[in-house]
């Protein structure tokens, strides 16, 4: 499960290396809180599934759930989407200061008297 989520993080968000804590920690902010905390969950599940003592204190059902929202929730990311809202953003913030710079010039020309 640990792999499979590793892999998808990997892909969605370029988080190649560490454990899943890490690559979690990488993706930031770009995922929900409840995916975080899912993942979190999984994160701490396959750390106490490491012992074999503690392995007993793990709740399956729980833990399946976790996965399951967090592979739902990153199974439906698009990463081309994501590029291209992020590059249409960066150009309509362009666009509207280019806008405002110009607005402010002819304000300026015509108070100077120039037009």
Do not use: C
Not at 16 to 36: F, W
Not at 58 to 82: F, G
């Amino acid at each position: 499960m640990v792999a499979k989520l590793n892999t998808l993080l990997e892909k969605k968000f370029g988080a190649r290396r560490g454990t899943l804590e890490r690559r979690v920690r990488k993706a930031g902010r770009r995922l929900p809180a409840s995916v975080r905390r899912d993942l979190a969950e999984v994160a701490k599940t396959a750390k106490l599934a490491e012992n074999p003592k503690l392995a007993r204190q793990i709740d399956p059902a729980k833990m399946t759930a976790a996965y399951d929202r967090a592979l739902k929730h990153l199974n439906a990311i698009d990463v081309a989407d994501r590029r291209k809202g992020a590059i249409l953003g960066a150009l309509g913030v362009t666009s509207f200061n280019l806008i405002v710079v110009f607005a402010v010039l002819i304000v300026l020309l015509i108070w100077r008297g120039f037009l």
